[in-house]
């Protein structure tokens, strides 16, 4: 599709690229056909936002950058690429200067809070058996025990990682906020979304994991900042 961005999905913690299964079918029907879903190794933000940043690099054209959850710590510090034309913030953290996402997290505590659990290693792990209630209470049973067992755990200190330059300061953006998120507060995804000024704010009552129960409504969202 010449006339509209490369699209570059970044996942957030406890999954992988593969949490955007449902809004990669759902972009591809609405005729996106250069879409890549960068695997981040959640080692550290600058770890995750060069690997994604080596993804931009490979891309001839234009990119539009959608973060998840903490992916979108990852695109507002890789997103000032200069072929980089948009962000997209799907329930996601979008930190400003000198912030990190635990900082932000720690300002207003969600509901899941209590069900993280480092383990030796460290590691931080949503708890398996609170992992629908906490992530995707608005999908099925079976749907959220798969996301439980393949969950992809961050190193904890990850979540203490700042951002540098905030790409969203310089870079067009668009939010999608959860009402119902047990992950990240609606009111930290209000804070965020106001002072970023985006193009559009779409409230969606949904859990955390709006990239897969409203699969339809995010693409809908991303396509419309692809054709901005």
Not at 29 to 34: A, F, N, P, V, W
Not at 58 to 65: C, D, E, F
């Amino acid at each position: 599709m010449g006339s509209t961005p490369t699209i570059i999905l970044a996942h957030g913690f406890w999954g992988g690229a593969a949490h955007w299964g449902r809004v990669i079918l759902a972009l591809s029907r609405l005729g996106h056909k250069d879409l890549h879903a960068v695997e981040l190794p959640l080692t550290s933000l600058a770890d995750d936002a060069e690997r994604t940043r080596k993804m931009i690099a490979q891309q001839s054209g234009p990119v539009l950058l959608v973060g998840h959850s903490y992916g979108g710590a990852v695109i507002t510090e890789a997103g000032n690429q200069p072929n980089v034309t948009g962000l997209v913030y799907i329930a996601a953290f979008a930190p400003d200067a000198g912030e990190s996402p635990g900082g932000i997290t720690q300002q207003d505590l969600p509901a899941a809070a209590p069900n993280l659990a480092p383990d030796s290693d460290g590691y931080l792990w949503l708890r398996a058996d609170k992992f629908h209630e906490s992530f995707c209470q608005d999908l099925s049973a079976d749907d959220a025990l798969v996301m439980a067992v393949t969950q992809k755990a961050p190193l904890a200190s990850t979540f203490g990682s700042t951002i540098s330059v905030p790409a969203w300061r310089h870079k067009p953006s668009w939010y999608q906020l959860s009402t119902q998120d047990r992950m990240i507060t609606p009111a930290n995804q209000e804070k965020m979304s106001a002072r970023m000024q985006p193009r559009k704010v779409l409230k969606l009552d949904a859990s955390h994991a709006s990239l897969a129960s409203r699969a339809d409504e995010v693409a809908a969202l991303i396509d419309e900042a692809a054709r901005a």
